[in-house]
């Protein structure tokens, strides 16, 4: 594609915000007018729901967020780098109805990881989840519960009307022979 055809296709677009509850627009970024007819009319609307910042003020949790699916033994693989989040990109996007499910190391060799402090969350935090597109969605967490490792919770992926959120990470005690922990704590979350 020549570049005139490129940014003639970039001028007929029209970036919209909607705001809607728990969702903070940002400005937009681009805004270009229909060269039809001088006004301005959306031709397409470019939205990006990726999340890619996850921030609970709580906590001072500020963190890049991966998308990632499932590994090898099916189940929810982590962020390459243990200071990420990892969001499973085959759910929801946060702020979309179902549960979006986000999950991150509890500490690493090295020392504390992403979710070191999230067992010191309580109900009624903040959790905002920041987009590609420099929307803002804003969750408060409803509760904490601990699971057993190798615990298979099909509500977690289970189809919902409302937008929620789900934090994990690893608690218990060090387990050498799966070389894991021997619990998992669940930080649930609904829409601001």
Known sequence: M????????????????????GVEAAPPREVALDQRNER????NVI????????????IRLDARIEARG?????NLDTARDFRDVAWYDLGPAPGQPGNAVMNG???WWTGNAVFTYLARVRVGDRVEVIRADG?????????????????????????????????????GTWDPMTQSDTNRLLVSATLA
């Open 70 to 74: 499932l590994d090898g033994k099916r």
């Open 47 to 58: 939205v990006d729901l990726t999340p890619v910042r996850l921030v609970i003020p709580s």
């Open 135 to 171: 929307t803002a969605v804003w969750f408060r967490i409803t509760g904490k519960r601990v699971v057993a490792a190798n615990a298979r919770i099909a509500s977690l992926f289970a189809p919902r009307p409302t937008p929620t959120l789900t934090l994990i990470t690893c608690t």
């Open 40 to 43: 301005s009319s959306p031709t």
């Open 105 to 107: 190391h509890v500490n």
């Open 2 to 21: 020549s570049l005139c055809l490129a940014f003639a296709a970039l001028a007929n677009q029209l970036v919209l915000v909607v705001q809607t509850p």
